[in-house]
């Protein structure tokens, strides 16, 4: 399994070095160095010199890697080494250099905890935040016993969720939040279009809740009733190791006991029937070689009761593009010369509305043509209220002994962010 | 803290020894916490060994996990110190505080040294049999760790039938690691050649470990399904069943619990007899592999490389998501080129014509490896649908049109690809091929073209001029183009013998005369031997049938394949490779690979992997030996021009080599490999002549990365004895 693992800065000066078994040296470091941070052609996460395994991942110009001796498991090896990055951030806010370099003690702390002898141990955040802090822990007996209550709890069923938890008034928050990912050709048509859905869950239930989750899913709604008309066809769901999966593959519920506080309760996919929140038509025309005409237009495409907010197009220029003449009446709209495209930002646009900004880039001419990728223009955006599988949460219930009464919040979300792309020909 | 890592002065040790030593509780620890910086940027402190161990007697935690932290690593280099911890160790192990006990019996497991060993025993009995389960859980990996050290102790002292009772435990993270433990020693074992099966998984085990799988951790779920894997059914029931309790974890956010579950259903399904069972099983995969996409880019590209070995077993898997494979502007490159692959394994009539103008698209981009793929993709797809063929040439003639050289030149080596599998089909797109000749510079497309103008010198007015051109630089140009004009000029000459008599005579002469290369001066000689003595004995060999090409499967031997599928989610799976080939002590050398094979000799099939498996552990060893191989490796292999020239001498394997590449990078390399360079051998009869009339064994060109001309040879061997026979008639 895992042999070792390390953390390194952009210049490849070790950061983090920890060695979980003893097949390898701590030189082994250098090699890494050499072979791909100091080498710009690296087309593999994986490198595999003789039988020396190197997997890494980029996050802020940090390398974090995981060597391996072993027909080691890619992909659990990839889940750790991102599990890690996400505890690091819970922690510390962020994961850069400074973070790692200022808080370098508690790193060795959480990495033992969460790999031992390269094999990963409970990384589950709130367990872990209740025994490795960064106040220093005195042993007494006091300690000993809170101890004993912790491990207790980390290694059991539950092993998410602490068995005291009491709160004044019991609510949950649930936010259904989906990302659109889009690919449509210059000529409109739609080559794919999915949804990725997150299911956050806020929960502050005392005692040991247990909750029954309901969506408007085809399947269930089929069962129970026949021809429901807004049931929702969901290609494949995953869940939060809190929820049961048996039960959910014999009678699709989704029953748990959930961990205090946020969580992600579960990702699903959907691809039929998807509601586009904007429709982009884009008309570009070169004039001759020195100018290029644009035309945008966005429609929206929901209830007018809604509104679109931070709305973001970036629109591709030609390289020798000089300068961008824009006008639009909605939003604001910039040339940025280093990214070579035109932001155009709208703060607000309500439904059922359509805004359209046109733009004359003036090219310099040229003798060699230069190759130009021709990216497609990329929208972000975020619609509240809305979702674009036409997902609802039907009920979310929570039964507990002391019978309290729970309130629960629902908030829809939909967005994208440099996933919903448009081609551009011209 | 970040002052803890500046420039180091002088006498830093010296500096740290004293505060190490200080009265003052604040300054020891700041001093541990320096010390411990210097070790992480590999700055010697091992001379402060006895300085730090004066600080592991503490109630703080934090400060003794430091102190541990730093006698990992130097417990080796200062034997005789160390055991002046163990009094400590053995008293943490019965602290009331289970954080303590555990973490001292998880240190004393990583110390590695001699002395303090036989002081972990006991400690670890006790630890083994804790009130608390996390440090049971930690004492049950600790045995894995005391295996390693020195497996006759943990025989000695039972710790195995320990371990084997802990997979009873009340609590399933003592089962995971149990479990994970108990594999270790297994694999540890038998690398070490021992027999006897440390971790044999009964009916028993099974039933609790189905029953914990439910309960533990994510990463539990990987230990478990793992062993799960091992597990061999005694009957189809028990299979079924397996099957059905895993195929929940399908639905498990980790991606790593659901390739691991893929693999469990995908080793027992084998055994599953019902096919309305197997139908349902692989259905409900289908959704979860698609899902892994929308993981980061690492964890899509192992998804990736998986989806492509159970494409190649079950190509109905995913026939309806084309879609979702289409490549992103932004997917790094690893990504994108796993993707074309496995949209052209889904590509069929129904969604030829969206993949057609993704490719396209694809073909107008920037970096020029995709781009190539991209165009290979697309002649990938006219031989594999006949139906779209016509559609394929469209798209590749207007690619041809953007002049862009790199695509013009990739196109013309797809188009030679659909010319022989489509012979006289397209024969309009020709004049717009030669119209393209002064922008070729790769040797590769230049002797994609020459073949083709041979081929139909016929059918093209001026193929003697065209031709000509490449007579007049013949000796400038690579050895593979020159091998082609060669046989397009004698197709030619075959063919319209009127005008073309100079023109052979004239390259004959060159190539016999000025031409430093011995094959070429060879095939050289039998053509012109050959149109002396008997022209029609010349046409039987020259413009003889070629079989035509397809596009295989699978790329790599059903063997392997299932094997493979036996390991989803390992790297051996993301290389599609053995294991053997990457993984150290596996490494086999030339006498054992002899053994193994006289020993299997009646499966060939067998033995076709043995010697797969050296050849290819041989070239990734040559390639990639680095400093820190371990010198008993060295010597005691033959030299890789050895094996390869055995290996060369079995055609069979032969052919496996050449389909094992060295570089895992290569493994990008489309499944085109073969046909793609099939060009440059475009007359086996021709060649196999060459080869086997000149004496010349493939040994003996061996040594540069694998000749062109075996694949292909090779790949016509049932053509080859009876041109041979004609050949030999002749003499």
């Known amino acids: 399994m895992i042999s070792a693992f390390f953390i390194f800065n952009q210049k490849g000066e070790v950061l983090i070095s920890r060695l979980y078994r003893p097949d390898l040296k701590r030189s082994i470091a250098d090699v890494f160095r050499i072979q791909v941070v100091s080498n710009s052609d690296v087309r593999s996460p994986i490198i595999t010199l003789g039988s020396t395994s190197f997997f890494h991942v980029r996050v802020n110009n940090l390398y974090v890697v995981a060597v391996t001796k072993c027909n080691a498991n890619a992909a659990l090896v990839f889940e750790f080494c991102y599990r890690f990055i996400s505890i690091a951030k819970s922690y510390f806010g962020k994961v850069d250099e400074e973070a790692i370099k200022n808080n370098f003690v508690l790193i060795y702390e959480l990495i033992d905890e969460i790999n031992d002898f390269g094999y990963p141990q409970n990384s589950e955040i709130d367990t872990l935040k209740s025994y490795i802090t960064t106040e220093s822990v005195m042993s007494t007996n006091f300690a000993a016993e809170e101890s004993s209550r912790i491990t207790v709890q980390a290694t059991g069923a539950t092993s998410w969720r602490r068995n005291d938890v009491k709160y004044k008034k019991n609510e949950a928050f649930v936010d259904v939040v989906e990302t659109v990912n889009l690919s449509m050709s210059a000529k409109g048509t739609i080559l794919r279009a999915d949804v990725d859905g997150h299911i956050l869950m806020r929960a502050y239930l005392s005692g040991t809740p247990e909750c029954k989750f309901g969506l408007n899913d085809k399947l269930v709604i089929d069962k129970e009733q026949r021809g429901a008309s807004d049931a929702v066809e969901l290609d494949d769901c995953r869940f939060h190791q809190c929820v049961r999966l048996n039960e959910f593959d014999s009678s699709r519920t989704i029953s748990f006991i959930p961990p205090d506080g946020e969580f992600e309760l579960m990702k699903y996919r959907s691809t039929s029937n998807v509601k586009l929140p904007l429709k982009v038509i884009p008309s570009v025309t070169e004039i001759g070689t020195t100018q290029v005409q644009y035309v945008v237009t966005v429609k929206t495409n929901f209830s007018n009761k809604l509104s679109g907010t931070n709305v973001v197009l970036r629109i591709p220029t030609p390289l020798n593009t000089t300068s961008v003449d824009c006008k639009v009446v909605s939003g604001k709209a910039k040339y940025v010369p280093a990214e070579n495209v035109v932001v155009w930002k709208i703060q607000r646009i309500q439904g059922g509305q359509e805004v359209t900004l046109s733009a004359t880039a003036a090219l310099t001419s040229t003798t060699t043509r230069q190759v130009w990728a021709r990216p497609p223009i990329d929208v972000d955006f975020q619609v509240l209220m809305f979702t674009a599988s036409g997902l609802i949460v039907r009920f979310l219930k929570v039964f507990e002994k002391n019978n309290y009464q729970s309130v629960k919040w629902v908030r829809y979300l939909t967005k994208a962010s440099g996933s919903y792309q448009i081609r551009v020909r011209f | ?731």
């Open chain 2, 1 to 731: 803290m970040s002052a803890f890592r500046g420039p180091p002065r002088k006498g830093e040790n010296f500096e740290l020894s004293a505060d190490l030593n200080s009265e003052y509780r604040e300054k020891r620890k700041d001093a541990i916490k320096k010390v411990i910086a210097n070790m992480t940027v590999q700055k010697d402190v091992s001379g402060l060994f006895p300085d730090v161990l004066k600080n592991m007697q503490t109630d703080d935690i934090e400060q003794k996990k430091l102190v541990y932290l730093y006698l990992m690593n130097y417990a080796k280099t200062q034997p005789e110190l160390v055991i002046l911890a163990v009094n400590t160790f053995v008293k943490d192990t019965d602290d009331p505080n289970p954080l303590v006990r555990a973490l001292a019996i998880r240190t004393m497991g990583c110390l590695r040294a001699e002395k303090i060993i036989d002081y972990l025993c006991d400690p670890l009995q006790k630890c083994l049999r804790d009130d608390n389960p996390y440090v049971r859980k930690t004492a049950a990996l600790c045995v894995a760790k005391l295996y390693d050290l020195k497996p006759e102790l943990v025989i000695e002292n039972g710790f195995l039938e320990t371990l084997q009772e802990m997979i009873a435990d009340s609590n399933p993270m003592v089962v995971a690691n149990t479990v994970a433990a108990l594999t270790d020693i297994h694999i540890a074992a038998t690398a070490s050649g021992s027999t006897n099966d440390a971790f044999h998984i009964t009916s028993t085990i099974l039933n609790k470990l189905l029953v914990a799988l439910n309960e533990c951790s994510e990463w539990g779920r990987v230990a478990i399904l793992n062993a799960l894997a091992r597990y061999e059914t005694s009957d189809d029931r028990e299979s079924e069943h397996i099957c059905e309790r895993v195929v929940p974890q399908f639905q498990h956010a980790n991606a790593s619990v659901v390739l691991a579950a893929v693999k469990v259903v995908m080793i027992h399904m084998r055994n599953v007899r019902s096919d309305n069972l197997t139908k349902q099983f692989v259905r409900k995969m289908a959704p979860p592999l698609v899902t892994l996409l929308s993981n980061p880019p690492e964890v899509q590209w192992v998804a990736l490389r998986n989806i492509n070995l159970l494409l190649q077993k079950r190509p109905e898997l995913l026939s309806n998501e084309m879609r979702v494979f289409f490549c992103k502007y932004n997917d790094p490159l690893y990504v994108k080129v796993e993707k074309l692959d496995i949209m052209v394994r889904l590509a069929g009539e129904s969604n030829v014509d969206a993949l057609l103008s993704e490719l396209k698209e694809y073909a107008s981009e920037v970096d020029v490896d995709f781009v190539r793929r991209s165009i290979k993709a697309i002649g990938q797809t006219a031989i594999k649908i006949d139906e779209a063929a016509e559609r394929c040439v469209n798209v590749l003639l207007d690619l041809i049109n953007t002049r862009v050289s790199y695509v013009v030149q990739e196109a013309v080596v797809v188009m030679k690809d659909i010319f022989r599998k489509y012979p006289a089909t397209y024969e309009g797109v020709i004049p717009v091929l030669c119209a393209n000749l002064d922008e070729l510079d790769e040797p590769e497309a230049k002797a994609s073209l020459i073949w083709i103008i041979g081929e139909y010198a016929s059918k093209i007015d001026n193929a003697d001029e065209l031709l000509g051109l490449f007579v007049d630089t013949f000796t400038e140009e690579s050895y593979p183009v020159q091998l082609q004009t060669l046989t397009a000029v004698v197709k030619l000459f075959l063919q319209k013998p009127d005008n073309s008599q100079g023109l052979v005579q004239r390259v004959l002469n060159t190539a016999t005369k000025d031409c430093d290369s011995p094959d070429v001066r060879d095939r050289a000689y039998i053509y012109w031997r050959l149109l002396s003595t008997d022209p029609g004995a010349a046409k039987a060999v020259v413009l003889s049938h070629r079989p035509p090409i397809s596009i295989p499967r699978t790329t790599v031997s059903p063997q392997l394949l299932e094997e493979l599928l036996g390991e989803i989610s390992s790297l051996a799976s993301v290389y599609h490779k053995p294991t053997e080939t990457f993984v150290g002590r596996g490494r086999i050398g030339i006498d054992s690979v002899q053994r193994k094979s006289s020993d299997l000799a009646d499966e060939r099939t067998a033995a076709q992997k043995a010697f797969q498996t050296v050849a290819a552990g041989q070239q990734a060893e040559n390639l990639l030996d680095f400093s820190d191989a371990d010198g008993a490796e060295d010597g005691q292999q033959p030299s890789g021009l050895a094996a390869t020239t055995m290996l060369a001498s079995t055609p069979a394997a032969a052919n496996l080599l050449a389909g094992t590449s060295s570089n895992p990078l290569d493994d990008l390399v489309s499944i085109f490999g073969n046909v793609g360079i099939d060009a440059s051998a475009a007359q086996p009869a021709a060649a196999a002549a060459a080869n086997s009339l000149g004496g010349l064994s493939f040994g003996a060109s061996a040594p540069s990365p694998m000749p062109p001309a075996t694949p292909s040879v090779l790949q016509n061997t049932s053509a080859q004895p009876s041109q041979q026979d004609d050949l030999l008639g002749l003499f």
